[in-house]
């Protein structure tokens, strides 16, 4: 479930910003760019990236507790993820990751079929 609903954030939010990278021809990428939202998107940024940082640190601890013997990588995978915010926020690139998080699609859909009972997708009928 956490997955789940995370997975939906970031893919909304990830679209949002491929949207607006779209928009501004990528320009909103240059610290320079002063164009229309993009102080706001700055701020979403941020809080995307805190948001998927509090993610990766609750999903490590649901891990722990309770399937831990599942979890293979995802200690590795999550700390990196959270090395790697922690550097955006402190060179002000939040946006570069709020961008990739368009990249959670896949993720939510796994987690569709995680919730539905199934351990993957079914190509077939």
């Known amino acids: 479930v956490v997955t789940f ?15 607006r990278l ?4 990528g320009a909103m990428l240059y610290p320079s760019f002063t164009g229309e939202g993009h102080d706001v998107d700055v701020l979403l940024a941020r809080s995307v990236s805190l948001f998927f940082f509090v993610y990766c640190a609750l999903d490590m601890l649901l891990a722990l507790l309770f399937y831990h013997e599942e979890v293979g990588v995802g ?13 955006l926020w402190s060179t002000d690139q939040s946006i570069i990751f709020a961008i990739c998080a368009v990249e ?3 993720t939510l859909f796994l987690s569709i079929y995680e919730l539905r009972g199934d351990t993957r997708p079914r190509l077939t009928t």
């Open 5 to 19: 609903l995370s997975s939906v954030v970031m893919s909304s939010c990830g679209a949002y910003f491929a949207h």
């Open 22 to 25: 779209w928009l501004t021809d």
């Open 75 to 87: 200690y590795a995978h999550h700390s990196l993820y959270m090395v790697l915010l922690a550097y």
């Open 104 to 106: 959670e699609i896949p």
